[in-house]
């Protein structure tokens, strides 16, 4: 891909003097999208500033906008114009002494056209290309048509042009005898469109128009590379956008360390050897036999993200890079319904917290269901520049409690804070700011899902920088996990850690015993499975369903108070004494556990 490069001004605004906040915006006017995009295909920047796919209108004709969708057009007839896109120009050039024209073998003679996009496409008039004779127009003919999808597209390992788009016949007349062909069909999605002579007789064609209806189906805008001057660390990235109900809009990152994003080689006059030149160096002249080639930059650059599900959120590609591009994909499932995007924010701040903080985490397994004990290290790596930071954050899987944070081994004044499953440790009084200064974290948490990673970031309280997230990696000599996931000893059971509060409850209000709490921990469930609790008699009756729902792994406590249909504080029935079973209950895609007690109320 070729890469076209954006330098971003920064302004700055944060009072930090080594620091500087700003924002990445566009969509402030239609020229933003155009002149920043490296694929612009079937979207339609507007002037009020807003991105969204091309509606195709029942009295526009298409064919103009297929050059510009970088779509063309071929006949198999084997003249100049035929082989090169000269043909298209002839369709739509209001002259009706060029066009299609074929005066030998017309039958089978072909006119291909890609349209560079999908449209839902209804209508073709193909005019007549002689006003003085009626028996010059087209007699039979062939509509074949193929939606783009590339499971429509068959590889011949033959055909040096790749693969090529299967096509399904969709109307036909071997005896039509009409000046003009105007064809109707019912809407469709069409990318690629063929129509075929039947007829024995010359014929001469003129202009072609096409039309549509409806919302493209698909759309893409994919930004060129925006340099932000320095490695910068990411904020979060708003998308403000629209999306009708049958419509979806996917947005998707990527970042790097270098301007390009590809890698060039050229052969070295050894067959199979290529050695590494720049892009200045590399002739794109040559032969395809002789010439290098070009590869994808994934050593300096993320691969694509992930569609991001939300509307606002921290920016999913690596941080710590100089250089950003983005990727907006609008589909319609409709043929009204779209998104339309009124702008992308990216925000950011420069210079980067530190060159990288490395992390890995000890130990790297650890038993499922039980309460652990870890320890987070860290190792700083700074080049220059008056950066560093006082504060880490961890995401556990859930609450955690940090007990010890050491600073190049020396244990010192922490202030812990949990914010669900993010534990943030801060050390104002014992600033990193130097190269390989050492950073260790101990705290507890539970943990019921192998492989779980401990996501790490870094934040520095004296500036406005955006936190930078850790690497994994080599943080410490004396320990060798350089990972920041962490096995799980998996045991067979799916429910752990269930306790019963008591075997008796007496639900006579006297604050003894009063309720029953049932605590347990349910494992290795990462997308909801059932749970129930349930209370029977002795003769297998369902007294009392006290919970039921889809839950994911996690711990979870569920109260009886002795009542049966309901609460008894909302009409439920005192249950009589007696022995009474509980049933806690899982069960899922991969099997069920279950977990019964007897339980005894008195009075």
Same mark, same amino acid.
């Given at each position: 891909?070729?890469?076209?490069?954006?330098?971003?001004?920064?302004?700055?605004?944060?009072?930090?003097?080594?620091?500087?906040?700003?924002?990445? +915006?566009?969509?402030?006017?239609?020229?933003?999208?155009?002149?920043?995009?490296?694929?612009?295909?079937?979207?339609?920047?507007?002037?009020?500033?807003?991105?969204?796919?091309?509606?195709?209108?029942?009295?526009?004709?298409?064919?103009?906008?297929?050059?510009?969708?970088?779509?063309?057009?071929?006949?198999?007839?084997?003249?100049?114009?035929?082989?090169?896109?000269?043909?298209?120009?002839?369709?739509?050039?209001? $002259?009706?002494?060029?066009?299609?024209?074929?005066?030998?073998?017309?039958?089978?003679?072909?006119?291909?056209?890609?349209?560079?996009? /999908?449209?839902?496409?209804?209508?073709?008039?193909?005019?007549?290309?002689?006003?003085?004779?009626?028996?010059?127009?087209?007699?039979?003919?062939?509509?074949?048509?193929?939606?783009?999808?590339?499971?429509?597209?068959? $590889?011949?390992?033959?055909?040096?042009?790749?693969?090529?788009?299967?096509?399904?016949?969709?109307?036909?007349?071997?005896?039509?005898?009409?000046?003009?062909?105007?064809?109707?069909?019912?809407?469709?999605?069409?990318?690629?469109?063929?129509?075929?002579?039947?007829?024995?007789?010359?014929?001469?064609?003129?202009?072609? &128009?096409?039309?549509?209806?409806?919302?493209?189906?698909?759309?893409?805008?994919?930004?060129?590379?925006?340099?932000?001057?320095?490695?910068?660390?990411?904020?979060?990235?708003?998308?403000?956008?629209? /999306?009708?109900?049958?419509?979806?809009?996917?947005?998707?990152?990527?970042?790097? /360390?270098?301007?390009?994003?590809?890698?060039?080689?050229? &052969?070295?006059?050894?067959?199979?050897?290529?050695?590494?030149?720049?892009?200045?160096?590399?002739?794109?002249?040559?032969?395809?036999?002789?010439?290098?080639?070009?590869?994808?930059?994934?050593?300096?650059?993320?691969?694509?993200?992930?569609?991001?599900?939300?509307?606002?959120?921290?920016?999913?590609?690596?941080?710590?890079?100089?250089?950003?591009?983005?990727?907006?994909?609008?589909?319609?499932?409709?043929?009204?319904?779209?998104?339309? /995007?009124?702008?992308?924010?990216?925000?950011?701040?420069?210079?980067?917290?530190?060159?990288?903080?490395?992390?890995?985490?000890?130990?790297?397994?650890?038993?499922?269901?039980?309460?652990?004990?870890?320890?987070?290290?860290?190792?700083?790596?700074?080049?220059?520049?008056?950066?560093?930071?006082?504060?880490?954050?961890?995401?556990?899987?859930?609450?955690?409690?940090?007990?010890?944070?050491?600073?190049?081994?020396?244990?010192?004044?922490?202030?812990?804070?949990?914010?669900?499953?993010?534990?943030?440790?801060?050390?104002?009084?014992?600033?990193?700011?130097?190269?390989?200064?050492?950073?260790?974290?101990?705290?507890?948490?539970?943990?019921?899902?192998?492989?779980? *990673?401990?996501?790490?970031?870094? *934040?520095?309280?004296?500036?406005?920088?955006?936190?930078?997230?850790?690497?994994?990696?080599?943080?410490?000599?004396?320990?060798?996990?350089?990972?920041?996931?962490?096995?799980?000893?998996?045991?067979? $059971?799916?429910?752990?850690?269930? *306790?019963?509060?008591?075997?008796?409850?007496?639900?006579?209000?006297?604050?003894?015993?009063?309720?029953?709490?049932?605590?347990?921990?349910?494992?290795?469930?990462?997308?909801?499975?059932?749970?129930?609790?349930?209370?029977?008699?002795?003769?297998?009756?369902?007294?009392?369903?006290?919970?039921?729902?889809?839950?994911?792994?996690?711990?979870?406590?569920?109260?009886?108070?002795?009542?049966?249909?309901?609460?008894?504080?909302?009409?439920?029935?005192?249950?009589?004494?007696?022995?009474?079973?509980?049933?806690?209950? +899982?069960?899922?895609?991969?099997?069920?556990?279950?977990?019964?007690?007897?339980?005894?109320?008195?009075?």
């Amino acid at each position: 891909m070729r890469t076209r490069v954006f330098v971003i001004l920064i302004c700055l605004t944060a009072a930090h003097p080594a620091l500087a906040a700003d924002r990445l +915006v566009l969509g402030r006017s239609a020229s933003d999208w155009e002149e920043t995009a490296l694929i612009f295909n079937a979207v339609d920047a507007l002037q009020s500033g807003t991105l969204a796919p091309l509606v195709a209108d029942t009295t526009d004709n298409l064919l103009p906008r297929v050059v510009e969708l970088g779509g063309s057009a071929q006949t198999s007839v084997t003249t100049a114009a035929a082989r090169s896109n000269e043909i298209l120009d002839d369709l739509i050039d209001d $002259d009706y002494t060029t066009g299609w024209r074929v005066y030998t073998n017309t039958n089978g003679a072909e006119l291909t056209i890609d349209l560079g996009a /999908v449209f839902f496409l209804q209508r073709i008039l193909l005019q007549r290309g002689v006003l003085n004779r009626d028996d010059r127009s087209l007699r039979g003919y062939e509509f074949y048509i193929n939606d783009g999808d590339s499971l429509n597209f068959v $590889d011949d390992p033959g055909d040096s042009q790749g693969p090529q788009p299967l096509y399904s016949l969709v109307a036909q007349d071997r005896s039509h005898g009409e000046l003009e062909l105007d064809l109707r069909i019912k809407p469709q999605p069409v990318r690629f469109m063929k129509l075929r002579s039947t007829g024995e007789r010359s014929f001469q064609m003129g202009d072609l &128009q096409v039309f549509g209806v409806g919302v493209t189906p698909f759309a893409q805008y994919t930004s060129t590379v925006f340099d932000l001057a320095q490695p910068a660390n990411f904020g979060p990235v708003e998308i403000h956008a629209s /999306v009708d109900p049958k419509a979806l809009l996917g947005f998707s990152t990527r970042t790097g /360390v270098v301007p390009d994003d590809s890698l060039y080689f050229e &052969q070295t006059g050894i067959p199979g050897q290529f050695i590494e030149v720049s892009r200045q160096d590399f002739n794109r002249s040559l032969d395809p036999s002789y010439a290098g080639v070009v590869l994808d930059n994934d050593h300096d650059w993320s691969a694509w993200s992930p569609a991001y599900d939300t509307a606002v959120g921290p920016l999913t590609s690596p941080d710590n890079r100089r250089y950003m591009q983005f990727d907006l994909r609008f589909i319609s499932n409709g043929l009204t319904d779209k998104a339309v /995007v009124d702008s992308v924010v990216v925000n950011y701040t420069v210079p980067a917290i530190a060159d990288s903080v490395v992390a890995e985490i000890v130990p790297a397994r650890a038993t499922l269901g039980e309460s652990t004990k870890f320890e987070y290290h860290l190792r700083s790596v700074f080049r220059g520049g008056q950066r560093g930071f006082d504060t880490v954050v961890i995401t556990t899987p859930f609450e955690a409690v940090a007990s010890e944070v050491t600073v190049d081994g020396v244990a010192v004044a922490f202030n812990p804070e949990t914010e669900g499953t993010r534990l943030r440790v801060s050390f104002p009084q014992d600033r990193v700011d130097r190269n390989d200064q050492r950073v260790m974290v101990r705290f507890s948490s539970l943990m019921t899902v192998a492989g779980t *990673e401990f996501r790490g970031e870094v *934040e520095d309280s004296q500036s406005d920088a955006y936190p930078q997230r850790t690497i994994a990696g080599d943080a410490a000599e004396e320990i060798d996990s350089n990972t920041l996931i962490v096995s799980g000893q998996i045991l067979e $059971d799916l429910l752990t850690n269930v *306790e019963f509060s008591s075997r008796v409850i007496t639900p006579n209000d006297d604050g003894v015993n009063d309720q029953l709490t049932l605590d347990y921990t349910l494992l290795k469930a990462t997308s909801p499975v059932d749970v129930e609790v349930v209370i029977y008699n002795l003769a297998g009756q369902v007294i009392r369903v006290l919970y039921d729902s889809r839950d994911l792994s996690g711990p979870n406590t569920v109260l009886w108070d002795g009542c049966a249909g309901a609460g008894c504080d909302r009409g439920g029935v005192q249950l009589p004494p007696g022995l009474y079973v509980v049933r806690l209950a +899982v069960d899922c895609d991969s099997g069920g556990d279950a977990v019964l007690r007897t339980i005894a109320v008195a009075y």
